[in-house]
């Protein structure tokens, strides 16, 4: 679905990405774990294109998208998230889905701004798709609530639904899980779960390493910038220098 070939990425001199190669497979979830400042979520910034590439080429779906601007990327279904929740906290939940959602800017925009009343007719469609996706992920009663007001996990499912506006067909999940109570990492496993098994195709930075074993097949584990090792998350625990990188890092 998705092959990357020796992607690098400097930063000043710094390596952050330094010659990766990786291959997502359709319908899976595929994990990406490392140390603190492995690189991973530069990784994925590259791969989304919200950070180009020092060099190395990016196929999706067979085509070429290196040189293609993030939003391009993301019409043809190559959507992230980001590590560090990005809602609008003045905008109510329904309107940070409304200007997630694709060619919804400009006049829609101001529209989300002015409220609901002043959306076009042509954005009923949207809206139906994103109360869809509210009740789907169980924050219909959240419609109206400023997004600065939820819960660390609430903002998480805001940010997963925001993506999903964009109809992906592969997404970048950063750390979905960080700063969520424990009681809702299990919930948005599920929500995870299903969307694969629908057809979605995932590729997610996680610490949590049950959760990993839980939903990642297959794993990639980076450190200072390289792959170190891919697999099973059973058959990486057995390889003692991935063990060592990875707790010690
Ligand atoms: N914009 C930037 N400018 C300079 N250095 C950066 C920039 N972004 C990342 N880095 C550096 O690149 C390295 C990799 O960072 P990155 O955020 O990709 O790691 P990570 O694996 O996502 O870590 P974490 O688990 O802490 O999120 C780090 O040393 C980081 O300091
Ligand atoms: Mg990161």
């Known amino acids: 679905m998705l092959a990357a070939r020796d992607i690098h990425r400097h930063f000043e001199g710094m390596h952050a990405v330094d010659g990766v190669s990786i291959e997502v497979m359709p319908e899976r979830i595929t994990g990406l774990i490392g140390p603190n400042g492995a690189g991973k979520s530069t990784l994925l910034a590259v791969l989304a294109g919200t950070l180009p590439a020092s060099s190395g080429t990016i196929v999706f779906q067979g085509e070429d998208i290196t040189r293609l601007p993030a939003y391009q990327r993301a019409r043809r279904g190559l959507v992230r998230t ?72 609430q ?35 599920g929500y995870l779960e299903t969307l694969r098994d629908e057809g979605l195709t995932i590729l997610m930075v996680e610490h949590e390493l049950h959760m990993v074993d839980r939903l990642c097949d297959p794993v990639v584990v980076m450190a200072q910038g390289k792959v170190i090792g891919q697999g099973g998350m059973a058959a990486l625990r057995k390889q003692p220098e991935i063990v060592e990188a990875y707790l010690v890092g």
């Open 155 to 189: 903002k998480r499912l805001v940010e997963i639904m925001r993506a999903l506006m964009l109809r992906p067909k592969l997404l970048l999940l950063d750390e979905p899980m960080s700063g969520v109570h424990p009681s809702i990492v299990d919930e948005i496993a």
């Open 82 to 153: 980001f590590q560090l929740p990005s809602e609008f906290a003045q905008l109510t939940v329904l309107e940070n889905l409304m200007v997630a959602a694709p060619d919804n800017r400009g006049e829609s925009l101001l529209g989300a701004l002015l409220g609901k009343r002043y959306w076009m007719p042509d954005e009923t469609r949207l809206v139906a798709q994103a109360r869809g996706l509210l009740k789907r992920f169980g924050m219909n009663a959240k419609e109206s609530d400023y997004a600065g007001t939820l819960s660390g996990g």
